[in-house]
């Protein structure tokens, strides 16, 4: 080991490191010499937890989509919606993704100016079969649960390494600043992970308070919930 830090993230990542990339490791190497290299990769996954403990205590977990529709029909009722529900499109859509994988990324950044839906409705199957529904019920998984990103520090064991190699190309086509060759590398990336994820392998997490735009409303929305139990731990 060297005395790099052991978690390979956005944030710490140094010109040097790049530098030593580029010029010694080859893309078939890349993996190997990331694991020689670091134990884990800072990834985050942002939600709307009513209840933060369960991904402490739990982990992460792929969806379960009927688990997930009932909770949307509790809803349905505690709003007094009593229209149609046309469930079928929402679940062809996302049977064998939302249900098998979860999702990370590498850019927390990417929460606030690419898809801050995540934690603005909670999760991608609920705010389908919300726009499915009717318009106004976005607004209820709006308010329901606080925003946060969780920040985890993935080992490289619990990562399929063809998830890792796309890094490689990104660190030899980065250009400019170091702050642009980070943005370059590790904005719009995602680290799938297939299954159950430990919660021990959260960082940190934060609750986001910038303004965004929010492309299913077409308006800005700002969290006014800061805190929550976790974070006076
Ligand atoms: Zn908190």
């Given at each position: 080991m060297n005395n790099s830090p052991s978690v390979f993230a956005k944030k710490t990542l140094t010109k040097k490191e790049l530098a030593n990339i580029r010029k010694n490791?080859?893309?078939?190497?890349?993996?190997?010499?990331?694991?020689?290299?670091?134990?884990?990769?800072?990834?985050?996954?942002?939600?709307?937890?009513?209840?933060?403990?369960?991904?402490?205590?739990?982990?992460?977990?792929?969806?379960?989509?009927?688990?997930?529709?009932?909770?949307?029909?509790?809803?349905?009722?505690?709003?007094?919606?009593?229209?149609?529900?046309?469930?079928?499109?929402?679940?062809?859509?996302?049977e064998g993704k939302s249900n098998r994988f979860i999702y990370f990324i590498l850019d927390d950044y990417d929460f606030i100016d690419l898809a801050p839906h995540y934690w603005i409705y909670g999760s991608e199957f609920m705010l389908c079969l919300a726009q499915n529904t009717a318009y106004h019920i976005k607004e209820h998984l709006r308010n329901t649960g606080t925003p946060t990103i969780f920040a985890c520090d993935?080992?490289?064991?619990?990562?399929?390494?063809?998830?890792?190699?796309?890094?490689?190309?990104?660190?030899?086509?980065?250009t400019g600043t170091i702050e642009q060759m980070r943005n370059n590398i590790f904005?719009?990336?995602?680290?799938?992970?297939?299954?159950?994820?430990?919660?021990?392998?959260?960082?940190?997490?934060?609750?986001?308070?910038?303004?965004v735009y929010d492309a299913h409303d077409s308006r800005y929305y700002t969290n006014h919930t800061q805190t929550c139990s976790r974070c006076a731990m």
């Open positions: 490791v080859s893309r078939s190497n890349f993996v190997e010499w990331l694991k020689h290299n670091y134990h884990a990769i800072r990834c985050y996954h942002a939600a709307r937890p009513t209840n933060i403990d369960l991904y402490f205590d739990n982990g992460f977990r792929p969806s379960d989509l009927q688990k997930s529709f009932a909770s949307f029909e509790i809803l349905l009722k505690e709003i007094g919606y009593k229209g149609p529900v046309d469930v079928q499109e929402t679940m062809e859509l996302f993935i080992p490289f064991s619990e990562i399929d390494d063809r998830e890792l190699l796309s890094l490689h190309d990104r660190i030899l086509d980065a904005s719009n990336y995602s680290i799938i992970i297939e299954g159950h994820l430990d919660g021990a392998y959260i960082s940190g997490h934060a609750h986001p308070t910038a303004r």
